[in-house]
């Protein structure tokens, strides 16, 4: 499984990082990008199955990223990880095609959150251990 990250904070993205490696999850790749534009050639070249995406990033923001791969096939399950939880914002980013939207600061238990999401929306090939 590719898991792509994407927020302008490398403290978030390490803090991710090793949130992953500490659930074990067999086989999983992790890609990083420290913007909009870099989590767009990621997802270009690396076609992740799941896409974790903060909102407020350089160059391109997380609205960016989406309104590029709601223009795009692709099956890949969207997370919004962002503090900006009012209720149009998650509505906008539903809209255009998140799956789920999580609030920052990130925990084991919203890591946790995520995967079971994703689990249910892909079936058992993205099975938590």
Partial sequence: MKLLIADDSLLVRNTLKRLVNAMEIPEIELFQAGNGQEAIEKFKEEKPDALILDLLMPEVDGVGVLEHLKEKTHNCFISILSSNVQDPV??????????????????????KYFFIKMEKWGGDHYAVP
Avoid: N, V
Wanted: proline share 5%.
């Fill in 90 to 111: 998650k509505k906008r980013c539903m809209d255009m095609g998140a799956h789920i939207f999580i609030e920052k600061p990130i925990t084991h238990e919203k890591m």
